[in-house]
């Protein structure tokens, strides 16, 4: 059949194929077509590798090398998104990590479905351990003037679960730990706030989606509604009064603003995700009134906290003083922070008595151990061992040094954390003494 293509036909089509591999080379060299950055995760920072003798050896520096020219290839964003416009498409699948979509092209991350469906629930014994532990946090802090309050941010996942993909659908739910923690953070008398709730209250009612089809996180309308109950809830437990807002409405469009659709920037489409018409309307700020008051916040949460952090916890409260501390190890807010960004570095003891309010927010399937570790590092420096603790650490430490072959056992960890095997015995021996510790 070749033999029937007129020469010049040969001669075109050679020269076609030599222009698609040539292309790509020219494009990563050259950038003669400017390309949109990918969404979420790339590999486009990959450091050219050093060749040497044992990067040879050890196979390192081809793969390295690997993936410093993959990563740029000329049309490279182009393939990506040609690639996931097509499984999203015509198969209903994202390419992006762990992105499910759902009925009605509703996105949804996996780890908040699989917690909702209740896989991943803590034994009550911890789940009781850490509420203890919060509520005495809580009285020690209320017997020096300061307020501690936990607040529960809405999964997607247990907001919307008929837009879930099929096959999770159709998985009977099992206990989750939202459900166990709220029960037992309610029975323990802990200042608690549960926007979970409140949100399936509003489900029906609310002029406007609380949660976006291409975002994880609750809408910007969501947000203004669940800053302005966490005000009023905080108020009223604090007994004094905070600054004002006024609430103005604002456009309604279906070009997806702030997070609402931070999921489906991730999937690095050719064509943006269809989006719900999304309302975006702006809290504003009134001046103080006499008698209201600015406190220092310590705000302790993952990323649900940022959608109501401007205005809301930027005006409210004292925005030099206060600080947001990103899952329990980052000092995130405000952008100037003397003390430095790492909290474990921090005096934590004079963080904590320095302020008026302590809020601890995290989303439903961020609770598995409650508060990022809050409650019991605050626990520990407002409890410090007694001399009978440091006995029992001590018997517990005994025991664990006689496991059998205990060295070959943990060789691993020990490598991983760059920490001796007498190190790990006490680490251990300190978690399960503190589990029981009341």
Known sequence: MSANIPYKGKHALLVALLLMLLLPAVQAKFKVVKMDALGGYTASTAPHPELDWAGLQNNSYQTDLEHYLEARVGFREWFIRLRNQFSYTFLNVARANRVLVGRDNVLYEERPVLTYLGQDLMADSVVQHHVRRFRAVQDTLARRGKLLVFVVAPSKASFMPEYLPSYYRQQKPGKSNYQAYSAALRAAGVNFLDLSQAFRAWKDTTSHPLFP???????????????????????????????????????????????????????????????????????????????????????????????????????AFDNKQSRFWYYNTEVSW??????????GALDRKQQYLSRDIIMILFTEYNMIHLDGGFSDDAYNIFTPYTRADSARIKAFETRIAAIPDLADKWWSKSAETGLSLQQLIHRQAVAQYDSIRH
């Open 213 to 315: 089809r291409g975002g994880i996180h609750w809408s910007s309308y969501g947000a203004k509604l669940a800053g302005d109950t966490l005000l009023c809830y905080v108020e009223k437990l604090y007994g004094h009064e905070l600054r004002d807002f006024r609430l103005v409405p604002g456009d309604i469009t279906r070009e997806p603003r702030e997070s609402d659709n931070d999921i489906a920037k991730a999937m690095n489409l050719m064509w943006p995700a269809a989006a719900y018409p999304m309302a975006y309307p702006t809290a504003v700020a009134q001046p103080l009134k006499p008698g209201q008051r600015q406190p220092n916040l310590l705000l302790i949460g993952d990323s649900f906290c940022w959608p109501i952090m401007y205005p809301f916890i930027n005006e």
């Open 334 to 343: 405000p952008d100037e922070h003397p003390e430095g960004r790492a909290v």
